[in-house]
């Protein structure tokens, strides 16, 4: 069983930056596929960004892309979400996830095992 524990949302100015952090519990984090999904009021929970086991496979959401970065600390156990040049588009709950099974970066959301509880990210415009 693992857990995970979102934190660094809150309210920022289009073109502004916030870096998100997921911190897990456990001693197999290292062995974890880890992604960041997000979702809109209304809207599904879609895939952002994830990086596999080895941090030399990560992925991005087209929307994304250029914008933001996935890292991972596994001496920390924490997974991080690097998100700059924000619009209010990326306004939603973010989420991060972690899948057991997969060595390379994850996008379908349906493959991932354990969820955080969300960040809220706000963009004003």
């Known amino acids: 069983q693992v857990q995970l524990l979102e934190s660094g949302g809150g309210l920022v100015q289009t073109g502004g930056s916030l870096r998100l952090s997921c911190a897990a519990s456990?001693?197999?984090?290292?062995?974890?596929?880890m992604g960041w999904f997000r979702q809109a009021p209304g809207e599904e929970r879609e895939f952002v960004a994830a990086i596999g086991v080895s941090a030399g496979s990560t992925a991005y959401a087209d929307s994304v892309k250029g914008r933001f970065t996935i890292s991972r600390d596994n001496a920390k156990n924490t997974v991080y979400l690097q998100m700059n040049s924000l619009k209010p588009e990326d306004t939603a709950v973010y989420y991060c996830?972690?899948?057991?099974?997969?060595?390379?970066?994850?996008?379908?959301?349906?493959?991932?095992?354990?969820w955080g509880q969300g960040t809220q990210v706000t963009v004003s415009s």
């Open positions: 456990g001693r197999a984090f290292s062995a974890y596929a």
């Open positions: 996830a972690a899948d057991r099974l997969s060595l390379r970066a994850t996008t379908n959301k349906g493959q991932y095992d354990y």
